[in-house]
């Protein structure tokens, strides 16, 4: 097993890694839309809190010298459904064909209160 960490994405905030490497396979945690740099989250609003999540999942991915085409599966936590229009629009531009494949849910809360989270799975093959 293998652990990436990079200052370009928020260091873990609890007994997590940013990214663990079994396998082919890269498993990333859920990013929050934390700055790396000062950890404050970057805005109230959801379309910039998802174009930081998904920066912070880039960074990891370039850590482990892979980019947002290696992924395969993502897991898109929401504080609402009603934003989920408006983090799709953000997600897709950070993607092209094939996509991976996706779940997304409404949840009760999210660490810090944000409105997103995002946690991918990313193969090396």
Do not use: C, H
């Not at 990214?19 to 929050?32: N, P, R, W, Y």
């Not at 290696?70 to 094939?98: C, G, Q, R, W």
């Amino acid at each position: 097993m293998k652990v990436y960490s990079t200052e370009q994405a928020p260091s873990a905030i609890g007994p997590y890694s940013q990214a663990v490497e079994v396998g082919d396979l890269i498993f990333i945690s859920g990013q929050i839309p934390l700055d790396p740099k000062s950890m404050d989250i970057v805005s109230e609003d959801v379309s910039k809190q998802a174009e930081q999540v998904m920066k912070n999942v880039g960074a990891i991915l370039n850590e482990a010298g892979l980019d947002y085409q290696n992924l395969v599966k993502t897991t898109i936590y929401l504080k609402s459904m009603d934003d989920f229009a408006t983090v799709n629009e953000i997600y897709a531009n950070f993607l092209k064909e094939p996509y991976p494949a996706r779940a997304a849910f409404e949840v009760s809360k999210l660490p810090k209160d944000v409105k997103v989270e995002i946690e991918a799975i990313a193969s090396k093959a």
